[in-house]
């Protein structure tokens, strides 16, 4: 993926909010404790909600010089210039949304518990993989469960690998050893008793672990 953006770190995604000033301030917060990418994401609002609170998140990542990047529709994050989208596997073609978003947006692929999605996507033009869920998730509990080894079987596509369901700061280090480039959280920080200690817990999985 040619683009501004770093390849590693925490990735995260937005909590089911209908209050758009609740949920910029509790995005400010986390993207100032040193995220550094952000979804939106909003499974229940409707399309006049999902825009304005796009938006106003889109102000809040240029500010922070953090990437937007609108789950489910890439119509909606061409529209008001979001960086990029990701897609699920009901969301739509990977290729369409590449032509209309262009070459340098960032577009990525939900490829669950599956190698096969994953070399599918990054044909279509992927920018990134994400597999999960690896851990049980609160936000989808019945979500398919994968293996960490994807993580190692997909370095061969050369796309940065997304690691997302149920990561803990305690469990994900498991995840970063096995080729995860971003951890993708939603309930893990915006849930957390102070959300921006749970930032910086997260991003110490990408420290180098000390020598003995």
């Known amino acids: 993926m040619n683009s501004p953006w770093p390849r590693r770190g925490l990735y995260a995604i937005t909590p089911d909010e209908a209050d758009t000033g609740r949920l910029s301030a509790r995005v400010d917060a986390v993207l100032a404790a040193g995220a550094q990418w952000l979804q939106y994401r909003n499974k229940s609002a409707d399309d006049a909600l999902r825009?304005?609170?796009?938006?106003?998140?889109l102000a809040i990542c240029r500010r922070h010089r953090v990437p937007l990047i609108v789950n489910d529709d890439w119509r909606l994050a061409a529209e008001i210039g979001a960086d990029g989208a990701h897609l699920g596997e009901d969301d739509g073609q990977l290729s369409a949304a590449r032509a209309a978003l262009g070459p340098d947006a960032i577009l990525g692929?939900?490829?669950?518990?599956?190698?096969?999605?994953?070399?599918?996507?990054?044909?279509q033009g992927a920018g990134y993989v994400a597999f999960g869920a690896f851990f049980p998730s609160?936000?989808?509990?019945?979500?398919?469960?994968?293996?960490?080894?994807?993580?190692?079987?997909?370095?061969?596509?050369?796309?940065?690998?997304?690691?997302?369901?149920?990561?803990?700061?305690?469990?994900?280090?498991?995840?970063?050893?096995?080729?995860?480039d971003l951890l993708a959280v939603i309930s893990g920080v915006?849930?957390?008793?102070?959300?921006?200690?749970?930032?910086?817990?997260?991003?110490?999985?990408?420290?180098?672990?000390?020598?003995?």
């Open 138 to 180: 609160p936000t989808k509990p019945h979500a398919r469960r994968a293996s960490p080894q994807l993580l190692t079987q997909a370095a061969a596509l050369n796309l940065p690998r997304v690691a997302i369901g149920g990561i803990t700061p305690d469990n994900a280090r498991s995840l970063v050893d096995a080729g995860a």
């Open 190 to 212: 915006f849930d957390a008793p102070d959300p921006a200690a749970a930032v910086r817990a997260y991003l110490s999985c990408f420290e180098e672990a000390p020598h003995e």
């Open 109 to 123: 692929a939900s490829c669950y518990d599956d190698i096969e999605l994953a070399r599918s996507a990054a044909a």
């Open 51 to 57: 825009r304005q609170q796009a938006l106003a998140l």
